[in-house]
């Protein structure tokens, strides 16, 4: 029983700026890795950034200098600041968290949200 539920996502001008948090909740005992990944009509879902429970980070080079992903443990949240956006950024962004339940606590298992669409338009 937990669920990441994203929000932020819409419609901005190339150059903009967009911020997307994934908030999670249930019945959460520790969770590790988070990240955000994306998907464009005809292309395969691929991966954006990850954040660790500790704080280092990996980013796609495409988007490298441009985009920062961020974390607050203390709100079970993940965030992705989005800037100088390009219209090839234009997608479905899903979060994804590494999850250890409390019924099941040795094992953590990935989750993910519903997606938020992105669309950098003039």
């Known amino acids: 029983q937990v669920q990441l539920v994203e929000s932020g996502g819409g419609l901005v001008q190339p150059g903009g700026s967009l911020r997307l948090s994934c908030a999670a909740s249930g019945s959460i005992f520790s969770i590790y890795t988070m990240g955000w990944y994306r998907q464009a009509p005809g292309k395969q879902r691929e991966l954006v950034a990850t954040i660790t429970s500790i704080g280092s980070t990996n980013y796609a080079d495409s988007v490298k200098g441009r985009f920062t992903i961020s974390r607050d443990n203390a709100k079970n949240t993940v965030h992705l600041q989005m800037n100088s956006l390009k219209p090839e950024d234009t997608a479905v962004y899903y979060c994804?968290?590494?999850?250890?339940?409390?019924?099941?606590?040795?094992?953590?298992?990935?989750?993910w949200g519903q997606g938020t669409q992105v669309t950098v338009s003039s």
């Open positions: 994804n968290a590494h999850i250890a339940s409390l019924r099941s606590r040795t094992t953590a298992y990935p989750y």
